[in-house]
């Protein structure tokens, strides 16, 4: 049983709300544009966490056949609960259960940074079938940003806990988080150094901003409420204890930021994301 991501960088839960509103319904023509993923194809997800983004792709696609694999037990568990429809497979992106030439499709999303390229790129290619296609999803660094409302600045309690939490560093080495991140060159590069040809790229930009008046039914709320999750997974993820009172205050000004939208006292508070899109061929 592997649990060390979900323990240690970012639970199931946070990760799948966060995911639930990047990969919304909403925005389905911006990724479709870019993916280009044929009918019936079988498809595999590549370290698919908690399940959002799979999930997505099985009602974008419901001809096609989606696999997710994860090796963190926790996000497994979460996804299978979550997201019916789908195949989800625990197991280890380095050495992908599947037999050779097996998928039309793989895809990732924010798993290439975490894994040496002759095993990330390598598995996909023995998995794929002649003339599949790769797709390499890459959130790109300082090309977003985070506005919060005033009210949902860092209250006093907060201050105090975090400056009282310890600053070490104890994630498992194991994990490689980030270590080999590429730029927007770079990752193009990489993927046809190691044989995939017909490359292309492209990007989504995805802004979540509750106060727009063109969101669906119920999205500013899922905005806001993604937001509470993290903060208080934050919270908790520090092990330490005596955390209820900080978790009160979070709750408090998550309470006020929900009140405001309730009477319609706009915040534009936003959050702006750019997802980096990178397509081969085997």
């Known amino acids: 049983m592997n649990t060390l991501w979900s323990e240690y960088i970012q639970g199931p839960m ?7 509103l990047r990969f919304h319904d909403w925005f389905q023509a911006r990724y479709r544009d870019q993916l280009e993923i044929g009918g019936q194809a079988r498809v595999l997800e590549i370290g698919c966490g908690p399940g959002a983004l799979a999930g997505a792709l099985h009602r974008w696609y419901p001809d096609a056949e989606i696999t997710g694999i994860d090796r963190d037990s926790r996000f497994i568990a979460f996804a299978r609960e979550h997201e019916p429809g789908v195949k989800f497979v625990e197991g280890d992106a380095a050495a992908l259960p599947f037999s050779d030439q097996s998928f039309d499709v793989t895809i990732s999303y924010t798993v290439q940074e975490h894994i040496a390229p002759d095993i990330f790129w390598g598995e996909q290619r023995r998995v ?43 994630i498992p080495g194991e994990l490689t988080v980030g270590k080999y991140w590429l730029d927007e060159a770079g990752l193009p590069m990489q993927m046809q150094e190691y044989g995939f040809r017909d490359i292309s790229t492209g990007f989504v930009l995805i802004g979540l901003t509750p106060d727009n008046p063109g969101n669906p039914a119920g999205f500013a709320v899922q ?27 979070i709750n408090n000004k998550y309470d006020i930021r929900l009140k405001l939208l309730e009477e319609g006292k706009k915040q534009w508070d936003t959050s702006v994301t750019v997802t980096m899109i990178v397509r081969g061929r085997k």
């Open 14 to 20: 946070t990760l799948y709300l966060s995911r639930k």
């Open 128 to 170: 794929l079938k002649p003339g599949g296609v790769c797709i390499c999803m890459s959130a790109r660094r300082n090309s977003g940003f985070v506005r919060k409302a005033r009210c949902l600045e860092t209250s006093e309690e907060e201050t105090v806990f975090w400056n009282s939490v310890p600053n070490g560093n104890d």
């Open 223 to 249: 905005m806001i409420e993604a937001e509470r999750q993290a903060d208080i997974e934050a919270v908790l993820s520090a092990h330490t204890d005596n955390c209820d009172h900080v978790i009160q205050a």
